[in-house]
């Protein structure tokens, strides 16, 4: 399954993220730890230079703890820093401009030589569609609607989200890339609703959400729909029995497979199923 979508209004993004990052400190990308790395948009190193980065490992309570704790490790090896954050429920999000002063701490180091205390921190959330970062900013806000205002030499009628005196947010567009370098990138975006339904294949999706599952968590699958034998069944033939086993028929005793793939993607996404990690740090 080929998975391409990247709507026009992407391109502009782009070129305003790459203005907007002379004006931050730091950057703060949002990121799925469910998939961690399809969830990075790759583009984001090029926009955003060498600014220092914080990565938010989002939506933690959907992941398989074990493996979040390897990727978390993985990302410090990088040199970046981290904050893991569940921003529905508002977990870790408290300690962001903490941890933003971390990764900044040589700056404001040097910003106190030279007397400038007070100054705030400047922090741009980046991060691709569907990734929890609207919910983050308005939970780090705590859903403020006051705004810092315009800053000298932002583009006109931009506006910085105020925290706290320390520390200011700036919003950005979730931004896909032009290519997925590969069609599993494209599928696990599609399987966490970061791309569309509507542009993909949802039965194809769903049969291949459940070869994934099959072969990682097979013990949920056995769980909730009642299969035996997976491993002897493809995709397809676990979307039928799925149905089978939830009374999805049509007339003629068909199976509902639509319905079952709508009713599977939901149930993922909603942790119905689990909690999962698609994608682990030894695989790169």
Known sequence: MNIQW????????????????????L???????????????????????????????NRVDQADQVITARWVAWFKAKGYGVLETD?????????????????????????????????????MVVGVPNVGKSTFINKVARRKSAKAGDRPGVTRGKQWVS????????????????KFEDEVTGLHLAFTGAVKDEVTDIEGLACALLELLRDRYPKS?????????????QGWELLEQ?????????????????????????????SKLGCFTLEIPEQL
């Open 6 to 25: 990247y709507p026009g209004h992407m391109t502009k993004t782009r070129r305003q993220m790459e203005n907007d990052v002379k004006l931050v400190d």
């Open 27 to 57: 950057v703060a990308e949002v990121i799925d730890a469910r998939i961690p790395i399809s969830s990075r948009n790759p583009d984001i190193d090029a926009m955003t230079g060498d600014r220092p980065r914080l990565i938010i490992l």
């Open 87 to 123: 921003a529905k429920s508002g977990k870790g999000v408290n300690q962001f401009s903490a941890a933003a002063k971390n990764v900044l701490k040589d700056k404001l180091a040097g910003w106190k030589a030279k007397g400038q205390v007070g100054r705030p921190i400047r922090a």
């Open 163 to 178: 925290v706290d005196a320390g520390l200011e947010l700036l919003d950005t567009p979730g931004i896909l890339w032009p």
């Open 221 to 233: 699958l056995e769980e909730r729909y009642k299969l035996t034998r997976l491993e002897d069944l």
């Open 242 to 270: 799925c149905a089978r086993k939830r009374g999805m028929l049509v007339s003629g005793g068909e199976v509902d497979t639509d319905r079952m793939a709508k009713v599977l993607l939901d149930e993922f996404r909603g």
